[in-house]
């Protein structure tokens, strides 16, 4: 017989919407309020899901890039950078989906010696009446070494190169087991 597990929503959806993303630097997609992974509570085999949801604008022909970072602020240990990826141009207000898993490999003692995975993707609308003209950036990456023994966070850093208007509406963060 299998175990069976619930998921678990570790964080309550906000009522309103999160900040609109119009920088060009490295901006936090949602706060690390909102993504908590308390001290010692990472297990082996634990797997955690963010997904965010809104709408995109953009401006000239730029590029975006996904950092996810290991921790509550930009300084935080970096996991897996996506590509330098070209948006589509032009847009006004696409729905955008953004989905993350950060699966924790192994923990060991105190410092970075526990090995995380993390994969995500963005999609977001093109241009309407226009075959593939989606904005699509998928970063993954191989093992990383965190402390899963201090209060922590999934820092989702989003770096545009033409400024945008992002706005996160909606998220789910939750532990799948």
């Known amino acids: 017989m299998s175990r069976q597990y619930f998921a678990d929503v570790l964080s309550e959806p906000v009522n309103a919407s999160f900040a609109t993303i119009t920088a ?11 993504t908590p992974i308390p001290a010692n509570e990472p297990r082996a085999g634990k797997v955690y899901e963010l997904l965010v949801g809104g709408t995109v604008t953009t401006g000239a ?3 975006l890039i996904i950092q996810p970072r290991y921790g509550l602020v930009i300084g935080g240990t970096a996991l897996a950078v996506s590509p330098t ?12 989906l953004y989905r993350c898993y950060l699966a924790i490999r192994a923990v060991g003692l105190a410092g970075a010696n526990s090995t995380v995975l993390c994969t995500g993707t963005f999609e ?9 003209s989606k904005t699509f950036v998928a970063h993954s990456g191989g093992p990383t070494s965190v ?4 209060a922590s966070g999934l820092w989702i850093g ?20």
């Open 24 to 34: 060009t630097t490295e901006t936090v997609l949602i706060p690390t309020l909102y």
């Open 61 to 63: 022909s730029g590029t």
């Open 85 to 96: 990826q070209t948006v589509v141009p032009s847009i006004t207000t696409a729905p955008f």
């Open 124 to 132: 977001a609308g093109g241009a309407v009446a226009t075959a593939a």
């Open 147 to 150: 402390d899963t023994t201090v």
């Open 158 to 177: 989003m770096t545009f190169s033409i400024a945008p208007s992002l706005i996160p509406m909606w998220h789910i963060w939750r532990s799948l087991n």
